[in-house]
């Protein structure tokens, strides 16, 4: 049967016409709608961590979890089109649904229940009808390394800040912060190598304490990301 509507009870029957003009006994059955919900712990994270996608499917006419029901994972990335599948699973015997996932950019993902006819798995005897869950968005921020040598130097004297962005953002700009009063501004830029990898001369004018950190834009799928903060004292 097609263009049923998702999220709907349907009760559908069914009889023949024979040649001579008689009906046969007719034949009822329901199409019970379901829904599908998403959430996760989490819907930010640093690039490297993992996160919990859960959700449960349930019938709408009792509101009762739907269990053993083959579901598809579908997932999206940030900035494309097009889904794939990245996982498929039973529902738990409550109708909970579960996976993990460490994902390498901005994803966006949805379950996807097909449906079922009575029997197999859907021990209810009821054709269900499927349903995609809400999309869940889970953002990822880039890894800002960096590493300074030393942290003391004297005036006239430089120092190298290094380090890399993860995952890898080849070409892609990111630009050496100092505090000034109180707030951070860029001093420099440069761009990603082709292993992702910068470095930074540092070389203050003045005697002082001095705070630094690197900054990397956000692009269509990773967020703004900062490095930790690294002070150098010029005597």
């Known amino acids: 049967m ?10 559908l029957s069914a009889w023949t016409l024979d040649t001579s003009g008689r009906y046969s006994p007719r034949v009822t059955t329901r199409a019970v709608g379901t829904r599908t919900t998403i959430s996760s712990n989490v819907t930010t994270l640093y690039y490297g961590q993992s996160f919990v996608l859960t959700g449960r499917l349930t019938r709408v006419d009792s509101g009762a979890g739907v269990p053993g029901a083959l579901v598809e994972l579908q997932a999206r990335r940030l900035g494309t089109t097009s889904f794939q599948v990245v996982a498929t699973g039973r529902s738990s015997s409550t109708g909970g649904l579960s996976a993990n996932f460490i994902p390498q950019w901005g994803t966006e993902y949805k379950w996807v229940y097909r449906g079922s006819s009575g029997g197999g798995q859907n021990s209810s005897g009821d054709s269900l009808i499927g349903q995609a869950s809400p999309l869940r968005t889970i953002s990822v921020t880039s890894l800002v390394s960096t590493y300074l040598p030393v942290d003391k130097i004297t005036l006239g004297q430089s120092a ?24 951070w501004k860029d ?17 203050p004018s003045a005697k002082g304490t001095y705070y630094y950190r690197v900054r990397k834009p956000g692009d269509v799928d990773h967020l703004v990301s900062y490095s930790n903060r690294r002070t150098l004292t010029v005597s």
């Open 2 to 11: 097609g263009n049923l509507t998702p999220g709907t009870t349907y009760s």
């Open 160 to 183: 190298v800040l290094s380090g890399t962005v993860a995952p890898n953002h080849a070409g892609q700009a990111v630009y050496l912060q100092r505090l000034d009063n109180g707030a």
């Open 187 to 203: 001093v420099a830029g440069t761009k990603l190598s082709s292993t992702s990898a910068y470095s930074f001369t540092l070389k």
